[in-house]
């Protein structure tokens, strides 16, 4: 394996791909130790779960596609501007209840930071609009139950 910081990230990302979709492959990326955090969910997977979240979003959207539009690297640092594409024809499973797939085209805005040691991963930080993905769910926010009645 390269231990090119370009070329790991790289292969992360093409083993999350729809038509790849290599669960085991992205998680034999990291270090023993690394850790992929879902900053703006605010979960972190380390170990056997660190492709958890590779396989929810193909489950999600089976046609899942990253659309890299910035990739800069310094050292062992890569900072990428991207969109999460696809369509949405799975199950999201939430903690009232199941959204239904709507076959909703998503294209969901995303800034992600890897940090490679060795070439390998040592630490994933993704930072995907959780916002913009929740209303190409379908999911509109309620603000009448965040406010309290005067």
């Not at 790289?10 to 999350?16: M, Q, S, T, V």
């Not at 056997?48 to 999600?60: P, T, Y």
């Not at 199941?98 to 930072?127: H, M, Q, S």
């Amino acid at each position: 394996m390269s231990t090119d910081t370009e070329t790991v990230v790289r292969a992360a990302y093409r083993a999350a791909e729809g038509s790849v979709l290599d669960v085991q492959g992205f998680r034999d990326l990291f270090t023993e130790d690394g850790v992929f955090n879902n900053v703006v969910a605010g979960e972190s997977y380390r170990g056997e779960h660190l492709g958890d979240q590779v396989a929810f979003m193909g489950a999600l959207a089976p046609d899942i596609h990253r659309e890299l539009h910035r990739f800069h690297v310094t050292g062992n640092v890569a900072a990428v501007e991207l969109t999460i594409q696809g369509t949405f024809t799975g199950p999201f499973e939430t903690p009232v209840g199941t959204i239904r797939p709507t076959g909703a085209k998503l294209d969901i805005p995303t800034a992600d930071f890897w940090y490679v040691e060795n070439g390998r991963i040592k630490e994933f930080n993704c930072y995907v609009g959780l916002s913009a993905m929740l209303a190409q769910l379908g999911v509109q926010p309620d603000f009448a139950s965040a406010v309290a009645p005067s």
